[in-house]
């Protein structure tokens, strides 16, 4: 069927690819052909930047209501900072991300789903957004207003290959290959650059 079909697709763009930027920049562009060219920074204007909390919870209802056939039954909930602070209706919770269950490979869902949507909305839309996948239930918390932090976006580049990934952990291989060469290409200019990059995370550069 359709979703099958976008499955293999997502599989097939990460398996091409061992440079896991690019598969970022391919799906970023995939969520910008879906809206009219001049929409998203004309929302950066006119709503993202004069009113955000409002914005905040605008996508979040969009998100559930456009969203639910990609991953799921969703609900919007509240979203609780850190210092205790409550963003009301500013978040969305993903009861059971049917994009991550079908493709079963932690690497998909942070390279073709939550670095790209991330970027696309801060970047595009003007509103900042974390989405915080749990590879053990396979929830995802949408948090829009809300910048990522470092700490979680580690924690999400540097999930260990789930048990039943289809690839069996091939894919991590191969992005960790590509990089390697590049690390090593570096190093054969500055002596100083990194031998090694971790499978999941961003280079400094990046």
Not at 69 to 98: A, F, H, P, S, Y
Request: net charge negative; charged share 20%.
């Amino acid at each position: 069927d359709d979703y099958s079909g976008l499955i293999e697709l997502a599989s097939a763009l990460n398996s091409r690819y061992s440079d896991r930027s690019q598969v970022q920049e391919i799906a970023q562009s995939t969520l910008r052909a879906l809206f009219p060219s001049w929409l998203p920074g004309q929302f950066a204007i006119l709503f993202s930047k004069p009113f955000p909390q409002f914005s905040a919870r605008m996508n979040a209802w969009a998100t559930m209501v456009g969203g639910t056939w990609l991953m799921g039954e969703c609900e919007v909930n509240d979203v609780i900072k850190e210092d205790g602070t409550i963003l009301k209706d500013q978040g969305l919770l993903v009861k059971r991300c049917r994009f991550l269950e079908e493709s079963g490979c932690a690497s998909i869902c942070v390279n073709s789903c939550k670095i790209p949507t991330q970027n696309f909305f801060m970047q595009d839309m003007g509103l900042p957004l974390t989405m915080k996948p749990d590879y053990d239930t396979h929830e995802c918390q949408f948090s829009f207003g809300v910048a990522p932090d470092e700490q979680s976006e580690f924690d999400a580049k540097n999930t260990p290959c789930l048990s039943r990934c289809p690839t069996a952990g091939s894919m991590r291989k191969w992005h960790t290959s590509g990089e390697l060469a590049v690390a090593q290409n570096s190093t054969e200019k500055d002596n100083s650059a990194p031998t090694s990059v971790c499978a999941y995370m961003e280079s400094a550069e990046q």
